[in-house]
């Protein structure tokens, strides 16, 4: 492995909006493979102040951290590459994954990190946090100390629990959101939906506004959360729980899949989309 002037090297894949974020936090030189990524990851990559390895195995050889930010659905295919790539440095998956799927792909390397992200992109200080668990989290977390991203090493709950603490507050987060869609779509379908908004006016204060922020904010990333809830389902089910809320928030996400990554959509048109037929899940597009 190449040492920079600081020491280290860190690789991050890929950056994405959340992940150009954590690469800028980072100290010391961080490396990003570029290779089959979109030119929209390149000018986020660029902006970040990460430097381009080319590949992921010319990353693997230099890195002594990687780091990885995807979506959910791809977080194990992404963690077989860096593996197969030879890499022998410590390998941090930061996706929101169910602690069994963190356990798996810990499994394929000798020194693991389970990390999770809780809050929006890391733009600001204070908004934005980097669970971390298992033997090497102080390592990581010293990469981001006074940055943006505020790291925290999570000192219980075994190897996984940075994916069991995301997981679970993602289960209401997200679980909720995409109830309340539900719940809009079916007065919107019995045509009651004006007389549901004055009955919320009246005892249920800010779910209205919540709903147009939902449609605006989350409709265009909605189907980056499609994994995320069969993540958090299959946790679910692990511990003896009841899956099928997140089983079908998740067909909720995959529905909203016709807005990815537009500017946002109103409230009706979100609800058309979810009384339409589902729609199938993009690719990551990172």
Not at 15 to 28: E, H, Y
Not at 240 to 258: I, K, M, N, T, W
Request: charged share 20%.
């Amino acid at each position: 492995m190449s040492d920079s002037a600081d020491g280290f090297v860190t690789g991050l894949l890929h950056p994405g909006a959340m992940g150009a974020t954590v690469g800028a936090a980072c100290s010391g030189i961080v490396l990003w493979a570029s290779e089959d990524r979109s030119e929209a990851t390149s000018e986020r990559a660029a902006e970040a102040g990460l430097t381009d390895a080319g590949d992921i195995a010319s990353m693997a050889s230099a890195a002594d951290i990687v780091i990885s930010v995807c979506p959910p659905h791809g977080a194990e295919a992404l963690a077989d590459a860096v593996a197969d790539a030879g890499f022998a440095g410590c390998y941090v998956d930061a996706n929101a994954v169910s602690p069994a799927t963190a356990r798996r792909i810990g499994a394929r390397f000798s020194d693991f990190v389970d990390g999770s992200l809780i809050g929006p992109p890391a733009r600001e200080p204070g908004t934005t946090r980097l669970y971390l668990a298992g033997a090497g989290a102080d390592r990581v977390a010293a990469r981001f100390e006074g940055s943006a991203l505020e790291p925290r090493v999570l000192s219980g709950g075994g190897v996984s629990a940075a994916s069991a603490l995301k997981m679970a507050y993602a289960s209401w987060t997200k679980g909720t959101s995409a109830l309340l869609m539900s719940v809009a779509a079916l007065a919107c379908a019995e045509g009651v939906a004006d007389e549901l908004s004055a009955e919320w006016a009246l005892s249920q204060s800010g779910l209205s506004q919540r709903l147009t922020y939902t449609a605006v904010a989350v409709a265009p990333k909605a189907w980056r959360w499609t994994g995320e809830m069969d993540e958090i389902a299959d946790t679910f089910a692990a511990a003896g729980l009841p899956d099928g809320f997140h089983r079908a928030a998740s067909e909720v996400y995959q529905r909203l899949g016709v807005w990815a990554d537009a500017r946002g959509a109103s409230v009706q048109e979100m609800l058309d989309a979810l009384l339409s037929s589902p729609a199938a899940t993009p690719d990551d597009g990172e």
